[in-house]
């Protein structure tokens, strides 16, 4: 391995940490629980274009809801299997993981797949199943992750802002 002495940190770095300590200091203060996800959605969003942060925002905010209805979906339904153990998630999660992959593929938002599975997966591994905390979980989730999609565009937009846009898809 050999270090590159001449790099130098981009603008897209440096908005990337601008809006990752925004996020931090808007769930500072409005007394918001978890910072983190609302830093990750800023973190992958952040985008070379405002554009392309935008698309990924949208992909992103679009992933986490779905997999939020069928991550809670799945809890309501195994709240009436009365034997339902942790040792039964290896064959449930999967299977709701699937519901979200062909939700997605269907409505062509393959993109929106991979954050969708990950909120199923930490919806289904809460202790106890808890369906009300779940759905408290899932608003919180949306939040953070709109907040974080939200300061990540305006950000690209305001902060340095790249005048080369890329052409839509």
Known sequence: MTLNGHYKLGLRAIKTAIAVSLCFAISFIFNRDDALFSGIAALICMQQTYDATFRQGMERLLGTIIGGIVGYVALEILN?????????????????????????????????????????????????????????????????????????????????????QVKPE
């Open 80 to 164: 009436f299997v009365p034997s339902y153990n942790d040792v039964f998630d290896m064959f449930v999660v999967p299977f709701f993981m699937l519901v979200v992959i062909y939700i997605c593929n269907t409505i062509d938002k393959r993109s929106s797949i991979v954050i969708g599975c990950i909120v199923v997966l930490s919806l289904i591994t809460i202790p106890n199943k808890d369906t009300e905390s779940a759905l408290v979980y899932v608003v919180n989730r949306v939040i953070d992750t709109s907040i974080g999609i939200v300061i990540a565009m305006a950000v690209n937009k305001y902060f340095f802002p790249n005048k080369k």
